[in-house]
C-alpha cells in the first residue's frame, strides 16, 4: 500500500472562454492523471491537448507548456525550448487575466504551474479550486512532517487545517481528494486514524478509476483490514491498478505473481513488471528487480546487475537494499567482499529506519 499523499488534483471547472467541452476534458484528464499515477491515461489525454494547442487554442498551450518537463509526457509530445516558450507568450496573459478580472481559481492554478507560484496556488486554493486544495495541503503537511516546526501545538493544527483542504476536495467528488482524505484517516493526519473511514474513500475513489485508491483497497483484501482477507480480490486490484500503469500497482501485482498469492504463479512476467515499475523510478521495484538477478528467479542470474539495482534503491533511501548490499558486501557477491562497507550498509539502513544512534555513528566515521 503506497504511504504517500498526492500532490495535485483536477478540477472539472471548464474554461469555456478558450476551449469546448471536450477540449476542457482532456485538460482536466491530463490534471487528474498527471497527479493520480495513471501515466496511460495521462499519455492519451496529453494527444488531445497536444493537438489543441498545435490547432492555437491558448488554454491548450499554456497547459501543454507548463507540463513539458513531466517524465510521463510522451516523447513525441515534448516541446522544444523555443516552441514552449513561444506557447507560454501567446496564452500567458490570456490565463493571467482570466486570473485576475475574472476571479478563476483554476486559472491561478495554472498560473503556479509554470514557476511553482506558492502565491498563486494560495489563491486558487482560497477560490476552491480542488487541484490547489490537495497541492496546498500536501504541501502544508510535508513540512509539518518534515520537523521544520518546532512547536508540536503548531503541527497538530496544521495538520487539521491540511485534513480541512482534502475533505473539501473530496466533498466536490473528486477522486484525488479522496485518496487524500482516505491517508489522512489511515494515518491519522489531522483526525483520529479510522481504518474503515479509511477503507470507504478509498473505495469510493477507485470507482471512479483512480489507480492509487485501487492499489490500496487490493493491499486492504491482502492484509485483511477492514475486510476479510482474500488474495484474489487483492491481485485483481493490483493488476487493475498496474494496467493502468500505475508503479505501485505493478509492484504489488508483480509480487502477487511471484508468490503465486491469488494469481497463477509466474516469475517471468513478474520479472517485466518489476522492471517497468523500476524504470518509473519506484524504489521497492528497483529493489525486488534487484532480487530477482540475486536469486535468479524468472531471470538469469546476474550479481552484479542485481548490485547496479540495490544501488539505485537505496539511493532512493529504501532500507531493505542497503541491507541487500550490506550482504553483498559480506559474501562478496556482484562486490569484492569487504567487512567494512558491509558494516557501513548495515548502519546506513538502520538509520534509514530512524535509528538516531547508527546516523550519529555514520556522522561520527564520515560516511
Not at 542470474?301 to 559480506?330: E, H, I, K, T
Not at 555513528?361 to 564520515?366: E, F, I, R, V
Request: some cysteine; charged content about 25%; overall charge neutral.
Amino acid at each position: 500500500m503506497k504511504k504517500t499523499l498526492l500532490s495535485v488534483v483536477a478540477s472539472a471547472l471548464a474554461l469555456a472562454a478558450f476551449a469546448q467541452e471536450t477540449s476542457s476534458s482532456a485538460i482536466v484528464r491530463l490534471l487528474n492523471s498527471r497527479a493520480a499515477g495513471s501515466p496511460k491515461d495521462y499519455a492519451a489525454a496529453a494527444e488531445i491537448v497536444a493537438a489543441d494547442a498545435a490547432a492555437g487554442r491558448p488554454l491548450q498551450q499554456y497547459v501543454l507548456a507548463v507540463v513539458a518537463s513531466d517524465a510521463d509526457l510522451p516523447a513525441k509530445l515534448r516541446l522544444s525550448k523555443e516552441k514552449r516558450k513561444e506557447y507560454l507568450d501567446k496564452s500567458r496573459d490570456k490565463i493571467r487575466l482570466l486570473a485576475e478580472e475574472k476571479g478563476n481559481a483554476l486559472a491561478w492554478y495554472l498560473l503556479s504551474l509554470e514557476k511553482n507560484d506558492l502565491k498563486y496556488l494560495k489563491r486558487a486554493a482560497e477560490g476552491d479550486n480542488v487541484q490547489a486544495l490537495n497541492a496546498w495541503g500536501t504541501i502544508s503537511l510535508n513540512e509539518a512532517m518534515s520537523g521544520s516546526i518546532a512547536d508540536t501545538n503548531e503541527v497538530e493544527k496544521t495538520m487539521v487545517k491540511c485534513f480541512g483542504y482534502f475533505k473539501k476536495a473530496a466533498d466536490m467528488g473528486d477522486a484525488n481528494g479522496l485518496y487524500n482524505l482516505g491517508m489522512c484517516y489511515l494515518n491519522g493526519y489531522g483526525c483520529q486514524s479510522d481504518q474503515d473511514l479509511a477503507f470507504k474513500c478509498f473505495r469510493t475513489s477507485a470507482d471512479a478509476g483512480h489507480p492509487e485508491a485501487i492499489n490500496n483497497i487490493g493491499g486492504f483484501y491482502r492484509d485483511g483490514i477492514v475486510v476479510e482477507k482474500n488474495l484474489e480480490s487483492a491481485a485483481k486490484n493490483f493488476e487493475r491498478s498496474a494496467n493502468l500503469g500505475n508503479d505501485y500497482g505493478l509492484l504489488n501485482f508483480a509480487l502477487a505473481l511471484q508468490r503465486g498469492e491469488g494469481v497463477e504463479k509466474d516469475s517471468t512476467r513478474a520479472v517485466e513488471l518489476f522492471k517497468e515499475a523500476a524504470m518509473r523510478g519506484n524504489a521497492e521495484a528497483m529493489n525486488s528487480y534487484g532480487m530477482c538477478f540475486f536469486t535468479g528467479d524468472g531471470i538469469g542470474q546476474d550479481d552484479a546487475v542485481a548490485v547496479r539495482w540495490f544501488r539505485a534503491s537505496a539511493a532512493r533511501g529504501f532500507p531493505p537494499a542497503m541491507d541487500n548490499l550490506s550482504a553483498c558486501y559480506d559474501l562478496g557477491r556482484g562486490v569484492r567482499k569487504d567487512a567494512t562497507e558491509a558494516t557501513v550498509w548495515k548502519v546506513r539502513g538502520m538509520a534509514a529506519r530512524g535509528d538516531r544512534n547508527a546516523a550519529a555513528w555514520l556522522q561520527q566515521n564520515g560516511k
